[in-house]
């Protein structure tokens, strides 16, 4: 029953993430396919079955993102409560994703500045971040009253202890070594993304994330600012951990927040080379046979 449960958010997180990719790509059949990326990534639909902390914070970042993703494009303040209210969710479950508020935050001043050419404090920013921090403190405090006592004193004891977790003196594995898991090197978590991550999710990974920059410096894109959200919270996910010189167990688990944005980076990747291929003809009556 409690694998079931489990995969049941798992799959709840993957119908977010599919919604999002189909309202960002359009279409009909390749949503279904850039979806994949997220669903059939062997090390975290295993965990989707049984790890009831890291794959369900993962499942509600990608309930989080596309709310995010439809205000972005629809300015309808109905998508920032059902954002604030996942955000909320999800920091419950792991309190790092406290780094989606700030990002959030950043991404509609930067586009507030960047729409009336100065730096500007409007009415109409002011409500839409007074609605999205309501909407995630409300969400926080119902689904965690642990911290009814003192809220703010609680969250911060939290946060330390999950970032470095002293506690725990136990050993992980690493390039053939056991080391404790407050002493593991900068690249951990990398390392064991790249290892435990199929080559061609790699390859499209970095396809995508050297497309986003490209849209990000060519502003040659609507959704540009939203670009910088998704690499923002990718470059936060592996970045903290080394900072803080976190206490990590095994494999990547404690980051696996992260991988809904780059997911969609993979997508992305797929999604230029499947238009580049399309540009291509055929003459003199020959077939070109390509395998993805």
Wanted: glycine letters at 6%; hydrophobic letters at 55%.
């Amino acid at each position: 029953m409690r694998h079931r449960l489990n995969f049941c958010f798992y799959f709840f997180g993957f119908y977010f993430f599919y919604l999002f990719i189909k309202s960002f790509f359009g279409g009909k059949w390749m949503p279904i396919l850039l979806s994949m990326f997220y669903f059939l990534n062997p090390r975290l639909l295993a965990h989707g079955f049984f790890n009831g902390k890291d794959s369900i914070a993962q499942a509600f970042v990608c309930c989080t993102i596309f709310p995010i993703f439809m205000f972005n494009k629809t300015k309808d303040i109905k998508w920032v409560l059902l954002a604030g209210l996942f955000t909320g969710i999800g920091i419950t479950t792991r309190i790092p994703l406290v780094f989606i508020p700030f990002l959030f935050i950043l991404m509609i001043a930067t586009e507030q500045c960047l729409k009336n050419k100065k730096i500007k404090i409007s009415q109409n920013f002011l409500k839409i971040i007074t609605y999205y921090l309501i909407s995630v403190v409300a969400s926080v405090l119902i689904f965690m009253p642990t911290i009814w006592h003192a809220p703010l004193e609680a969250l911060k004891f939290n946060f330390m202890t999950f970032m470095n977790y002293q506690i725990w003196d136990g050993f992980v594995l690493f390039k053939g070594e056991m080391i404790r898991g407050k002493d593991v090197p900068w690249n951990y978590t990398i390392t064991w993304f790249l290892i435990t991550t199929p080559i061609m999710y790699v390859v499209y990974l970095a396809i995508g994330l050297i497309n986003a920059i490209q849209i990000i410096l060519k502003n040659s894109s609507r959704h540009t600012i939203f670009h910088g959200f998704m690499l923002g919270s990718i470059f936060i996910g592996i970045i903290a951990p080394i900072l803080f010189k976190s206490t990590l167990y095994d494999s990547w688990r404690h980051s696996f927040y992260v991988f809904p944005f780059l997911a969609f980076h993979m997508a992305l990747g797929f999604f230029y080379v499947v238009k580049k291929i399309s540009k291509l003809r055929i003459t003199n009556n020959k077939v070109l046979v390509y395998s993805i």
